[in-house]
């Protein structure tokens, strides 16, 4: 069992930046792909980023390529995911995603999720 707690979220203005955290307990970190997640109001969940164990290999998503940066620190038992650039269309709720073995796009995958922080693009 892991849990997770993401922070960092808030209110911004457009072309601003955030740092999101999202901080592990209960097992060892580091067997764990981890994956970050948003939903606006009245879409689907998006997959945003995710980061291999070690975490030298990323994928991102389409709409967020170029902007957004995602990270861990093993010895900190966190993943970061760093925002820049933001616009209106960012606005969500991100969550934070854990699962055993290899990095992954899909939500389905994740067994793990936090309660997610909000994040407000003001335009």
């Known amino acids: 069992q892991v849990q997770l707690v993401e922070s960092g979220g808030g209110l911004v203005q457009a072309g601003g930046s955030l740092r999101l955290s999202c901080a592990a307990s209960?097992?060892?970190?580091?067997?764990?792909?981890m994956g970050w997640f948003r939903q606006a109001p009245g879409k689907e969940r998006e997959f945003v980023a995710t980061?291999?164990?070690?975490?030298?290999?990323?994928i991102y998503g389409d709409s967020v390529k170029g902007r957004f940066t995602i990270s861990r620190d093993n010895a900190k038992n966190t993943v970061y995911l760093q925002m820049n650039s933001l616009n209106a269309e960012d606005t969500a709720v991100y969550y934070c995603?854990?699962?055993?073995?290899?990095?992954?796009?899909?939500?389905?995958?994740?067994?793990?999720w936090g309660e997610g922080t909000q994040v407000t693009v003001s335009s």
């Open positions: 995603a854990a699962r055993t073995g290899l990095k992954s796009v899909y939500a389905a995958e994740y067994a793990y």
């Open positions: 209960g097992r060892t970190f580091s067997n764990y792909g």
């Open positions: 980061i291999s164990r070690g975490g030298t290999s990323t």
